[in-house]
């Protein structure tokens, strides 16, 4: 546990020095900054029932696809490239804890800018005191919901940017596999489910499958106050999962 902490703290210290790590915040706030900033205006044009918290969580996909390549590439082909993985192999530090380390100074990295982002509604809520009369703004039911989903969808995102890394010795090849993976999970169970739901004939285990893997409806159901354990137990899971096949696959190219 003690080379863990060790590690960690190693990591984040990376993290805050490395130029993607910037270019991912500045990226993600700006662009999350102008989301929020469209979304209401919209509504302000169109008036919705849907609040602006829930919208603006809805889009969580869009950051995902470059923050954790960014956040993750270089954790473990980064240090491959230049060898500095192979002397921390030869260290009594246990593969488990390297894995765990890096996996949990880019998962706490991406918790931070989601965090930074609930300053959006207490600014809008400061220049426009009229805008935040009705409280939707700082709803804090959808708002806890949404951010609990962060958290625990977040940890599978993380963990598939680590196993990418973890396959090759180039950043660039660990990002675009990241990238191509998020896609397949995020947009492709979304499109797997409407292919489901439009299938009458299929089996209805089959679509309770889909369903169960659908991660737009986990976040759906979160934003509304509706928590399931499946969702845990999903994302919890597959993170193991995908944790220990990146401690295999280090320990097999060491």
Known sequence: MRHFFILLKHELRMLFISPPTYIAA???LSLMGFLYWAILRGMI???SEVLPTVQFFSIFWIPVFFVVPL????????????????????TPTSRVAVILSKFAGAYL??????VLTIGFPFITQKLYPHAAESGALLDLAPL???????????????SIGIFASSVTRSQLVAGMLSFTTLFVVIIGGQQMANLADAGGELSSWVVATVNYLQ????????SRGIIDTRPFFYYASTTFLL??????VIEAKA
Do not use: K, Q
């Open 45 to 47: 044009n169109t008036p």
């Open 144 to 158: 806890a919901g949404s951010f609990l989903f962060l958290a625990t969808s977040g940890m599978l995102f993380i």
């Open 109 to 114: 990295f991406y918790m931070l800018l989601w």
């Open 71 to 90: 956040l993750t590439m270089r954790s473990i082909a980064g240090e491959r490239s230049i060898g500095t993985l192979d002397t921390l192999m030869t």
């Open 243 to 248: 944790l220990g096949l990146s401690t295999l």
């Open 215 to 222: 991660i737009f409806e986990h976040l759906d159901d979160f």
């Open 26 to 28: 500045v990226l993600f």
